[in-house]
């Protein structure tokens, strides 16, 4: 004998199912536009342009999907933090959706053959690697409701925030070359979306715990790991 | 072919079915006849009889000149009658509450309610050789009169009274007991204001059922009363009544006297159906108030 | 799986302003409201209720704090309706129940040796599922009948009932056809007539036994306004099988089974982060 509600348990795994989906998309949309950046591949970074609307689609479909789940079945308790988790998560994935996007469209303003700062180049790739990471864990710690990978997000994400700083310095520093300055200022713009990005993976960390535990805790990068462990 | 017919009755049913209907309204009609009979000959033998002199005069009891009329019949039943309501009617009422809201399922209850139902079976000449034996007999009061008929009566009318009352007191729902018992109200209040008025046309009705019971039951007066012609209204005395009358009369040569009888009949007849449509009027009006 | 609730206790400025809210909401406003006075709770300990062998509620405690209302909620069969009626001493109307255990109105208990039952019950009004008025009075007369029934005479009556109809929103409806039978009226309507029989005697405590079960949605959500408007006045504790109904209505909220109390919290904490596991499973409809 089927367990009870049936048809709702369905609906609401597959709508978490297409959450998890679009967190796989940014994944996807973030590796395109870091390499098109990487390589200065203005394809590229037009193909990640355009396919943000799958993104935006995405959104609308679980969207609406949450407002039916909400009208029919009235969920409560678990069920009700999930759906309430799912909404946010979605918008998160959005906003991170648009980052990726922002990244591609500054690619062919930063020039071919520009001159590049070594250093500059590698904090960018590492924070690339860093936003990527902490997109998967995101998924992983939501998928599996893993509150200890949750929270592990929030100390990896001051790595990120370092790195951001760390590449604004080094740009105000980089010299008198004015390609270089130019190159170097749309490098910031272009960290400034990835470290975005790591908070969006922080806010949806924020949401898992919401989810396992009921409690909305604030999530500060700056604790240390022992005060954000601590209960 | 349509859904409908498709799933229609196949014809033999049908004609059964019709066979039914055909066999229960000769049923019913069958019964009816005895009745419609009944009044028939009530009427046709009767009806000559009923006139002024009918109601007005008592029996002469003489074998020459004027019959007379009933009258001293017609009040010694109603007067019997009613002292024997007065006396059955409350107790009998008072008994099926006993049973429906304090006995209930107990084993005395249910050992009641198994005497009762065994008075019912009773026949009407055992209650009145027993009063003739309690008390006439032993000379308790005087010797035939009219207040050990309306005991004997009584008697006879108490287990109708209770298992009609009992019925229509176990109809009252329970969710009324609980809502009085809810605001606070002791028993009795319970049982005074909501449950006897809202039982009150079946208690009203039961108790005229006796009441008609009891105007038509000659043997218990045989014993107990033994009749008298003249118009009395002491009940410590011998007093006639309606049946009596009948039984006096249908053996008579005089020809008058037997048509007498006839619409004797016709009387108590007339009075149970007056008995019933106040009844009726009765159980209207409480519904309307 | 849930751990327990020991984070609220630490500074943190979203749950603090979360849980200010929610104690606004727990506590209501009664200054605005029509003749409001403070009433008075009820706790139950150690209550034990049987059926004849059958040991039906075992050994429950629960606060019903003042002027709140208090839902108990569970599946059928879980001792819900029998614990009211223990409250207001109808369970031992059935033949063959019993109960034992305290329950206690201030510091009166109502299962002291010398109480009188009648008393309770006028102190301790209760409203049924099947509305009941009394079919041979009036829609005056229904609501007389409490102040009648038990003896008690204030000095207008008829202003005692007509006040009592306008604080159960029926008088604009009725008032025209104070005379006519009191089962003439609608189920919605013939339940509020009810439940203005039961304030009509000044009770301290309203118990519901699933008072919305034969209404109409429509009817309903009036009953459920009333509710909101009468707990100024008394603590009102209402069973009921209909979820949502609890989640509209209640200050807080008891889940039982199988007689006994797995859980009581505020509405708002049962609903969107039970305890028990087993709360959990029956409110989110996982119950086989």
């Known amino acids: 004998m089927k367990e009870t509600r049936h048809q709702f348990r369905e609906d609401l795994k597959e709508l978490e199912q297409q959450v998890l989906g679009g967190l796989d998309l940014v994944t996807g949309q973030l590796d395109r536009a870091l390499e098109s950046v990487s390589y200065q591949d203005v394809e590229l970074a037009a193909m990640v342009v355009a396919d943000d609307d799958r993104i935006d689609g995405r959104y609308l479909e679980v969207h609406q999907g949450i407002l039916s789940m909400l009208a029919r079945q009235a969920p409560v308790a678990g069920d009700l933090r999930i759906v309430a988790a799912l909404l946010h998560v979605i918008r998160c994935i959005e906003r991170m959706g648009d980052q990726c996007v922002n990244i591609a469209k500054l690619v062919p303003l930063s020039g071919h053959e520009s001159p590049k700062d070594k250093d500059i180049l590698d904090a960018v790739d590492r924070m690339g690697q860093l936003a990527r990471s902490q997109v998967s864990q995101a998924r992983e710690a939501l998928g599996s409701r893993n509150v200890d990978l949750a929270r592990d997000l929030a100390r990896q994400d001051e790595e990120i925030n370092r790195l951001n700083r760390e590449i604004f310095r080094r740009a105000v520093e ?36 919401f989810v396992v535990t009921g409690l909305f805790r604030e999530m500060d990068p700056t604790a240390t790991p022992e005060t954000i462990r601590a209960p | 072919m349509s859904v409908f017919s498709e799933a229609a009755v196949s014809p033999r049913r049908r004609r059964t079915d019709r066979l039914m ?23 046709k033998e009767g009806l000559g009889s009923i006139n002024k002199a009918f109601f007005t005069q008592d029996p002469s009891g003489s074998f020459f000149g004027a019959v007379g009329g009933v009258r001293s019949a017609i009040l010694g039943s109603l007067e019997i009658v009613l002292l024997a309501t007065l006396i059955s009617v409350p107790i009998g009422i008072g008994v099926a509450l006993f049973l429906t809201e304090y006995g209930k399922d107990s084993k005395f209850a249910n050992v009641v309610r198994y005497f009762v139902d065994v008075m019912t079976g009773v026949p009407s000449i055992v209650f009145g050789l027993f009063i003739y034996i309690s008390l ?21 009318m108490l287990p109708i009274v209770i298992r009609s009352s009992e019925v229509v007191l176990l109809l009252v729902p329970a969710s009324l007991r609980e809502g009085a018992l809810a605001l606070g109200a002791p028993r009795w209040q319970v049982i005074f204001r909501v449950v006897l008025p809202s039982a009150r046309t079946g208690l009203v009705t039961g108790s005229l059922l006796a009441v008609a019971r009891g105007m038509g039951e000659t043997a218990p007066l ?11 209204f002491s009940l410590s005395g011998q007093m006639n009544a309606l049946p009596l009358q009948i039984y006096n009369d249908i053996l008579s040569p005089r020809a008058a006297v037997v048509a007498q009888a006839w619409a004797a009949g016709l009387t108590l007849v007339a009075i149970v159906l007056i008995l019933n449509l106040v009844a009726r009027a009765v159980s209207r009006r409480s519904r309307m108030a | 799986m849930i751990p327990p609730d020991t984070t609220s206790k630490e500074p943190s400025q979203m749950s603090t302003a979360r849980e200010q809210s929610e104690q606004a909401e727990a506590t209501p406003d ?5 003749e409001s006075r403070p009433g008075r709770g009820i706790k139950v300990r150690g209550l034990n209720a049987y059926y004849g062998k059958q040991h039906a509620i075992k050994g429950v405690d629960i606060d019903f704090p003042a002027n709140q209302v208090t839902a108990i ?29 305290s329950v206690t109105l201030d510091e009166s208990d109502v299962y ?22 009394f079919p041979t009075m009036s829609i005056y007369d229904n609501v007389a009948a409490g102040l009648r029934l038990t003896g008690t005479k204030p000095h207008n009556l008829r202003e005692t009932v007509n006040t009592t109809l306008r604080a159960v929103g029926l008088w604009d409806e009725v008032k025209d056809r104070l005379n006519e039978p009191g089962v003439g009226l609608s189920g919605g309507q013939q339940q509020r007539l009810c439940i203005a029989r039961t ?22 959500l009036k009953v459920e306004e009333l509710i909101d408007e009468l707990k100024a006045r008394y603590t009102i504790v209402i069973v009921t099988h209909n979820m949502q109904q609890a989640a509209r209505v209640a200050d807080s909220t008891v889940f039982m089974l199988d007689g006994e109390v797995i859980e009581h919290a505020p509405t708002n904490d049962l609903f969107t982060k039970p305890k028990d596991e087993r709360t959990e499973r029956y409110v989110t409809g996982k119950f086989g």
């Not at chain 2, 045989?222 to 009395?232: E, K, S, W, Y």
């Open chain 2, 21 to 43: 209907r055909v066999a229960l309204v000769a049923a019913t009609i069958l019964a009816l006849i005895p009745l419609v009979l009944v009044i028939y000959y009530l009427l």
């Open chain 2, 222 to 232: 045989l014993f107990t009363t033994a009749g008298a012609a003249g118009l009395t």
């Open chain 1, 174 to 209: 980089v010299g008198d070359d004015l390609d270089l300055r130019e190159w170097a200022m749309y490098m910031i713009l272009v960290a400034r979306c990835l470290e975005r990005i790591g908070d969006n993976t922080v806010d949806i960390a924020e949401q898992v715990v």
């Open chain 3, 73 to 101: 909620i569970g599946p059928s069969g879980s001792g819900k309706s029998t614990v009211v009626r223990c409250i207001n001493r109808m369970h031992e109307e059935i033949p063959g129940a019993r109960a034992d255990g």
């Open chain 3, 112 to 133: 002291a040796p010398d109480v009188d039952v009648t008393a309770v019950r006028r102190v301790i009004g209760m409203v049924f599922q099947k509305p009941n008025p």
């Open chain 3, 30 to 34: 009664r200054s605005g409201s029509v």
């Open chain 3, 199 to 220: 304030v009509a005697v000044s009770p301290e405590v309203i118990l519901m036994d699933e008072p919305c079960s034969a209404l109409d949605p429509i009817a309903t």
């Open chain 2, 136 to 156: 006439v007999l032993t000379h308790v009061g005087g010797n035939f009169t009219a207040w050990k008929a309306s005991v004997a009566l009584a008697l006879l």
